[in-house]
């Protein structure tokens, strides 16, 4: 059974900086994208940052980028979020979640399933 689960969520000051991780387990087929999104209260759930199934390319939304970068472990399926200048915006559950490869570099938005607990991150200014 695939399993998502993340980690690394906390209260900062507004300028601080976390570090989220994400670990996928029980994959029995490949290859799939991984991506990082984000949730506040009343609102649905948004892309922060993603990586294709071949992992050669990334994707931030344009409100993170330059701030957050993603990285992965070498022969691990884990995606880590380093989050940096992080703005009291940045707050909400953030959450992993897995996309099955369709053809295209990118994995559709639709696929991604397989959603962890998510983790609370909390920026205050």
């Known amino acids: 059974q695939v399993r998502v689960t993340e980690s690394g969520g906390g209260s900062v000051q507004a300028g601080g900086s976390l570090r989220l991780s994400c670990v996928v387990s029980g994959i029995t087929e490949s290859p799939h994208c991984i991506g990082w999104f984000r949730q506040v209260p009343g609102n649905k759930r948004d892309g922060v940052a993603r990586?294709?199934?071949?992992?050669?390319?990334?994707w931030y939304t344009d409100a993170v980028r330059g701030r957050f970068t993603v990285s992965q472990e070498n022969g691990k399926d884990t995606l880590d979020l380093q989050m940096n200048l992080l703005k009291p915006e940045d707050s909400g559950m953030y959450y992993c979640?897995?996309?099955?490869?369709?053809?295209?570099?990118?994995?559709?938005?639709?696929?991604?399933?397989?959603w962890g607990q998510g983790t609370q991150v909390t920026v205050s200014s």
């Open positions: 979640a897995i996309a099955p490869r369709r053809g295209s570099i990118w994995c559709a938005l639709a696929d991604y399933g397989a």
């Open positions: 990586i294709n199934w071949s992992r050669d390319q990334t």
